[in-house]
C-alpha cells in the first residue's frame, strides 16, 4: 500500500501520439513522439505486438511524466504510457473526450 502523498508524486498527463514507428531488431517495442501541450516527448514501448503505428497515431494516451528516463535500444525513453493488461495484451487507455495535451491527471 502507498500513502495520498506517494500517490501525489505521480505526474500522469494526457499526450496525443504524433509519430509512432517500429524499433529496428525487435518485435515489440514502438518508438512513440507524443504531444504533452509544452514539450514533446519520445517514448519507448512494449506495445508492437498489440498495435501497428499506423493505428495509433492520434490517440491520446495516459504518460507518466515524471518517471527516470531509460535507455532502451539506444533511444532514451521519456516517460512510460499507462495501459490495461488483459491476458497478456495491451489495450490503450483513452479519455473519453478530447482534452488540451498535457492536462493532468488526478
Known sequence: MIN???FNKLDIRIGTILEAERVEGTDKL???TVDLGEEKRTLV???AK???PE???GKQIPILTNLEPKKLRN???QGMILAVDIEGKATLIHPDKKVP???KIR
Do not use: A, M, P, R
Open 4 to 6: 495520498f502523498n506517494d
Open 45 to 47: 514501448v512494449g506495445i
Open 30 to 32: 514502438l518508438k512513440l
Open 55 to 57: 493505428e495509433i497515431i
Open 101 to 103: 495535451d498535457g492536462t
Open 50 to 52: 498489440d498495435y501497428t
Open 75 to 77: 533511444i532514451e525513453s
